[in-house]
């Protein structure tokens, strides 16, 4: 879209073309920010920026000459320091409202100069059960930057790294094997294989604690094997119970093989090596997962551009191996007892790593281990060749991994790893965007022993406790359209719970709060759309035709600054990578409006001022529109 800023952000255009004037007789860059209530629109400190530069009066003099001739500002006073700026209502709102109706659905979309080719891997669950609360976090933070980043004018491209290797995916395929899918199954196929994965973790686990307590002599560690060993067992009886059937054959299939874990590694160590029987078992199972991925998918509107499967792009390719074959060169990389082990900390100590990469952290950094005794490899260094893939094979210019804050250590090897092997620019524009843990108050989840809540759960829960809502509130609906309206808002409330939240932050994720209309929430922002909808609609005025703005009021006011500041919120946000600025601002947004409609009267207004607050109701429509659909959230018309 090749457009003039003072088109796609009029309001931004007239800040930029203050702070030049002002630069441009200070020699100096300057901040601009809000004014205090009462004191003008916006705010520079310019007597603490001309400090030392000469005679006060006569700066002071030519800035506020200057400025009185730039087209959208009608005042101009310094106050304790502070230069003071009022707008030129009329003016700015001519030129906002010029710019919504060009845009529409587009208002917000503010290119960068140079934009870049960026690939976000995000999601990237593993295949062997459901997708979980832990991953709606991933998958909602990646489909919203990559929304964020395509109004920022790049390129984007979403891939989701199929992890098809591995003992976790070897001890599901194993479970498999020994079952399969029965075609008469009702369930969802990740379920499953979930089920399956967890029921042969338990009993392998409960079979080593076994073991483990043959050989220890009394008193030496009994006691906490045996509770280990008891919770275990109450898991197992807890799995058997959600599908007795399934659970005995897999106990009956195990108790015949004289040492399961070996079959295991087995099975791993065939599919790294390509073969067809392993290959064809793993990749079988895998299809089913993902089949069942793609179904929860659908429902939350995210998408992939690419699925990446990690045998093919890390494994049978050669390329992680040619990988650890060239950081054998390096003297970081040393063997113990059969692995192999990457000294990052000597890397650091003994080269510009920290410096270039600008690294924070602090404190010895422990080594990482790289491949097993028996060869085969380990994530890090999979994730290694998968980082020069996706620079290399997809041409990207900066790789977004959205990946958990638990997975710091091993990103930041990944990083240290491209810059050993020559990848120095590849690493500097590697980025881990971590995130913390959704939790839910008085549950404990734990994905390897069968104790987490789906999506899908989540999803049914979400719409029941909409549609419940909805019908408290007494809200008018048809039998029609209730089930969209109870998914709008229930998935709304999900999705909204969680991008609001900066994701350095831990969610404690609360049902009431996610669903309350009367405050910060997905509801409460979808139903300001709703409210300026039915004014539009109840209007039934055309409102692309130019008017002669009359903002009489401070409201008016207020509300004609914020959706201005729309393009530069996107901006921001998107530099900064912080979709939560995106859902703050929707709620300050629909606060705002929600006093507008709350104290000035729209259709039973006269002339201009009724045209004008319509066109600013049209306004914000399409900024909270805008803002909804960067956070995945439908907009309803009617509630």
């Known amino acids: 879209m090749d ?12 800040k930029e073309e203050v702070k030049s004037t002002i630069k441009e007789v200070i020699g100096k860059e300057i901040e601009l920010r809000r004014a205090p209530k009462g004191l003008g629109d916006y705010a520079v400190p310019l007597v603490r920026a001309i400090k030392g530069q000469g005679e006060l009066e006569k700066l002071l003099s030519e800035v506020s000459d200057k400025l009185s001739r730039v087209s959208g500002i009608s005042r101009i006073e310094l106050v304790r320091g502070f230069l003071n700026i009022s707008l030129n209502y009329r003016e700015v709102a001519k030129a906002v409202f010029k710019s919504v109706d060009e845009l529409g659905e587009r208002y917000g979309y503010n290119p960068v100069a140079e934009p870049k080719r960026i690939l976000i891997e995000f999601l990237s669950a593993n295949p062997i059960h459901p997708l979980h ?55 969802k196929p990740d379920e499953y294989i979930g089920l399956i994965y967890s029921c042969v973790n338990a009993l392998l686990t409960i079979r080593e604690l076994k073991r483990r307590l043959e ?21 197992a009886a807890k799995l058997r119970e959600r599908d007795p059937v399934l659970f005995d054959k897999l106990a009956d299939e195990l108790n015949k093989e004289d040492d399961p874990k070996s079959k295991i590694a087995e099975l791993n160590r065939r599919f790294e090596k390509g073969d067809l029987e392993a ?63 990457l000294d990052g900390d000597s890397a650091i100590r003994d080269t510009t790593i920290k410096e270039e990469l600008g690294l924070t952290r602090k404190g010895p950094l422990p080594p990482l281990t790289l491949t097993r005794s028996d060869g085969t490899t380990l994530y890090p260094i999979r994730d290694v060749a998968y980082s020069i893939w996706k620079f290399e094979r997809c041409k990207a210019d900066i790789v ?10 091993p990103q930041l090897y990944v990083k240290i790893a491209l810059w050993l092997l020559g990848y120095k620019e590849e690493a500097r524009n590697l980025i881990h965007y971590s995130y913390e843990a959704v939790k839910v108050p008085g549950y404990r989840m734990s994905a390897r022993k069968g104790r987490f809540i789906s999506v899908d759960e989540l999803i049914r829960e979400a719409k029941n406790r909409a549609l419940m809502e909805i019908e408290r509130r007494g809200l008018s609906y048809t039998t029609e359209n209730v089930g969209k309206i109870a998914k709008a808002v229930g998935l709304g409330a999900i999705k909204y719970a969680i991008l609001s939240v900066a994701p350095n932050k831990v969610i404690n994720f609360d049902w009431d709060r996610a669903l309350d209309f009367n405050r910060n929430s997905g509801p409460f922002v979808q139903y300001a759309y709703v409210r300026a909808s039915s004014i539009l609609r109840k209007a039934d005025v055309d409102l692309t035709i130019d008017i002669e703005p009359h903002l009489q009021e401070d409201l008016e006011r207020e509300l004609l600054i914020e959706v201005g500041e729309w393009p530069g919120l996107v901006a921001k946000a998107a530099d900064e990578l912080r979709v939560d600025m995106i859902a703050n601002y929707a709620y300050n947004l629909a606060k705002l409006f929600n006093t507008f409609y709350e104290r000035l009267p729209v259709l039973s207004a006269k002339g201009d001022v009724k045209l004008t607050r319509l066109k600013l109701v049209k306004c914000v429509k399409t900024v909270l529109g805008n803002a909804l659909n960067i956070l995945g959230i439908e907009a309803p018309e009617r509630m």
């Not at 004018?153 to 479970?175: C, M, P, R, T």
């Not at 009394?218 to 898991?235: C, H, M, P």
């Not at 977004?400 to 250590?409: C, F, S, Y």
């Open 279 to 341: 290959v064809r078992l793993v990749r079988d199972m895998c299809k089913l997962v993902i089949k069942g991925f793609n179904l929860t998918l659908r429902e939350l509107g995210i998408s992939f551009d690419s699925w990446d499967w990690e045998s093919e792009v890390t494994l049978w390719n050669g390329l992680t191996e040619e990988v650890i074959n060239r950081l054998r060169r390096c003297k970081y990389l040393r063997s113990e007892g059969g692995s192999l082990v």
């Open 215 to 235: 050989y220890l002599r009394e008193g030496e560690g009994v006691a906490e094997v045996t509770s280990e060993l008891d919770e275990w067992t109450a898991i």
């Open 3 to 14: 457009l003039k800023k003072e088109v796609y952000d009029p309001l931004g255009y007239l």
């Open 400 to 409: 977004i991994n959205v990946i958990g804050v638990e997975q710091t250590l």
């Open 133 to 187: 609360i832990g991953h709606l976090r991933n998958a909602l933070l990646g489909e919203a930057l990559s929304k964020l980043l395509r109004l920022r004018g790049h390129s984007v491209e979403k891939h989701f790294y199929v992890n098809d290797a591995g003992l976790q995916i070897s001890i599901a395929a194993y479970g498999f094997s020994k079952v399969g899918f029965p075609s008469s199954l009702k369930v």
